[in-house]
Nanobody
Framework: QVQVVESGGGLVQPGGSLRLSCAASRSIFSLSIMGWYRQAPGNQRELVATITSSGNTNYADSVKGRFTISRDNDKNTVYLQMNSLKPEDTAVYYC???????????WGQGTQVAVSS
């Protein structure tokens, strides 16, 4: 069974940092574009960042310069380092694995990030 499991969310003060982790099943990780998305209450789910199997990255304008996506192919894990966090970064963050050859998506259950003083 394919699994995508996030961890690392929590409550942080504005200006603080958090690192999210996402472990995916070995059977899909190396074949997938891995990404982080987020959804705030009342909003649609939006792209945060993606990374290809070869390490090419893409970021939403709102997080450029503050967030960094990376992947460890030996551990089948993708990370999202979030620095200089703002209240507007508050959302449920979802990990996504998209198979490069078919476009099929696998989603994690989400992890809550709250930025508040």
């Amino acid at each position: 069974q394919v699994q995508v499991v996030e961890s690392g969310g929590g409550l942080v003060q504005p200006g603080g940092s958090l690192r999210l982790s996402c472990a995916a099943s070995r059977s899909i990780f190396s074949l997938s574009i891995m990404g982080w998305y987020r959804q705030a209450p009342g909003n649609q789910r939006e792209l945060v960042a993606t990374i290809t199997s070869s390490g090419n990255t893409n970021y939403a304008d709102s997080v450029k310069g503050r967030f960094t996506i990376s992947r460890d192919n030996d551990k089948n894990t993708v990370y999202l380092q979030m620095n200089s966090l703002k209240p507007e970064d508050t959302a449920v963050y979802y990990c996504n694995a998209q198979l490069s050859f078919s476009g099929r998506n696998f989603w994690g259950q989400g992890t809550q990030v709250a930025v508040s003083s």
